[in-house]
Every structure is written in structure tokens, then in C-alpha cells.
């Protein structure tokens, strides 16, 4: 049975593909009785770019990868020291839609 928690994952610098890949592995494995789960990392210097991302927004990426990512938006660079946390939340069973998760903060 579904409890009300949260599991979350302190998960230090790692690469943002695996990451990433773990992610959509998560979603697409989880049930109706998996905790929801954030996820706290920090990647090596990397650029995402969203799907409204063209390549003529990363002026000068150098040695830093540019991968392209399923998530909105235009251009994201990710390094060492910026915490990111990713909020993998059942929606439906927490009788949420996209906009009203902004209002949980």
C-alpha cells in the first residue's frame, strides 16, 4: 500500500546520462506502491539542451558536452557545485497536475 513518503537520494557528482537514464528507468518501472523519490546530485560540466534548444544557443561550449534532453526549455549548463534536485513525484496519485507542482514550494 502507498504510504505518504518521500525517499530521498543524496547521490553526489555524477555524469548526467546515467543519471538521466536512471530516471526514465525509474518512471517507467515504477507501481502503484513505489515511493516517490528526489534526487539530490551534482554533474561534471555538461550543457542539456531542451527540446526548444537550438545548437546556435551554445556560443562556445569547448570541451563541455552537449546533450540534447526530452525536458522543455532551451539551454542548461550543469557543473560541479550546483545542486540539482530532481523530484520524481506520482502525479496522479497525488492528485496533482504539472502546473499545480510549482505551487508546492
Known amino acids: 500500500m502507498y504510504q505518504d513518503k ?3 537520494r543524496q547521490l ?3 555524469p548526467y546520462e546515467p543519471i538521466s537514464q536512471a530516471m526514465h528507468e525509474f518512471t517507467d518501472t515504477r507501481d502503484d506502491s513505489t515511493l516517490d523519490e528526489i534526487w ?3 554533474h561534471y560540466p555538461v ?3 531542451g ?3 537550438k545548437a546556435e544557443h ?3 561550449p ?3 558536452p552537449v546533450i540534447q534532453s ?3 526549455g532551451q539551454v542548461t549548463y550543469h557543473g560541479p557545485g550546483q545542486q540539482v534536485m530532481y523530484v520524481l513525484l506520482n502525479l496522479k496519485r497525488r492528485k496533482l497536475g504539472v502546473r499545480e507542482t510549482g505551487d508546492l514550494a
Open 40 to 42: 539530490l546530485v551534482e
Open 70 to 72: 526530452d525536458r522543455g
Open 47 to 49: 550543457f542539456t539542451q
Open 51 to 53: 527540446q526548444a534548444g
Open 62 to 64: 569547448g570541451d563541455i
Open 58 to 60: 551554445i556560443l562556445m
Open 12 to 14: 553526489g557528482l555524477q
Open 6 to 8: 518521500i525517499l530521498v
